[in-house]
């Protein structure tokens, strides 16, 4: 199983851009999905997560401009980005869980990621 995360590239301060990711194999079997990011020099923060049921959260500093949205019954998210600042330019990440066997007979949740996509802002 892995997920592809796709739909960064260049904005420009104020403009849109959308970012997916898609997982593989049973939908079901996937958790709550996050997007997550890094710039350099900087650690790895969390931007948003969608739950199973479509509840989000969000980073504080994303918070109104952001939106996380996730397909009923599928496995694929969005994150839909507005508004964008230069201080969004980093490496997007997608995160999500994958209930499997963790160990001989032992079922649990496997973290997985996505290959980063980079999004640049420039004014």
């Known amino acids: 199983v892995q997920l592809q995360a796709s739909g960064g590239g260049l904005a420009q301060v104020g403009g849109s851009l959308q970012l997916s990711c898609e997982a593989s194999g049973n939908a079901a079997a996937w958790s709550d999905f996050g997007w997550y990011r890094q710039a350099p020099g900087k650690e790895r923060e969390m931007v948003a997560r969608v739950d199973s049921r479509g509840n989000t959260d969000y980073s504080d500093s994303v918070r109104g401009r952001f939106a996380m949205s996730r397909e009923n019954g599928a496995s694929t998210a969005y994150l839909q980005m507005n508004s964008l600042q230069r201080e969004d330019t980093a490496v997007y990440y997608c995160?999500?869980?994958?209930?499997?066997?963790?160990?001989?007979?032992?079922?649990?949740?496997?973290?997985?990621w996505g290959q980063g996509t980079q999004v640049t802002v420039s004014s």
């Open positions: 995160n999500a869980e994958h209930f499997e066997e963790i160990s001989p007979s032992r079922y649990g949740w496997a973290p997985y």
